[in-house]
Structure formats: structure tokens, C-alpha cells
């Protein structure tokens, strides 16, 4: 007997970055205040966590910097 696993991945804008991949399960039934809230308990702790305004600040930095 085969066991297939339908998987997908979902790339959305989020006031958080984290490193990639970035790979958890996710209850699509959740209301959008508790599924926000339970992505950032969930990403809080892994590699590279920082606001998203942080990290694009940071990598404007250093892709001007790659131009001189």
C-alpha cells in the first residue's frame, strides 16, 4: 500500500522574517488574529527571527555596500 502526502508551500507577507525554509503545520481554519498570532509563537525561536522592516533595513545596507 502507497501513502501519498499532498503537501504545498505558501509564501505570504508577514511582519517577521525568519531563515528559510521555515517549514511548521498550519491550521488554515484558524481566524487571521490567532493564525498571526500562532505563527509568531511558533517562529519567535528559529534562525534568523527579526521584524521584516529590521531585515530589509539590514540587506539595503549591505547591497549598498556591494556597490561601491
Do not use: R, Y
Not at 505558501?10 to 522574517?17: A, N
Amino acid at each position: 500500500m502507497a501513502f501519498i502526502h499532498d503537501n504545498f508551500e505558501i509564501f505570504t507577507d508577514t511582519p517577521w522574517h525568519v531563515d528559510q525554509p521555515c517549514k511548521f503545520d498550519v491550521d488554515f481554519t484558524l481566524p487571521n488574529e490567532k493564525l498571526m498570532a500562532f505563527t509568531h509563537q511558533k517562529i519567535q525561536q528559529m534562525s534568523g527571527f527579526t521584524l521584516a522592516t529590521q531585515w530589509q533595513a539590514s540587506h539595503n545596507v549591505l547591497l549598498q555596500s556591494t556597490k561601491n
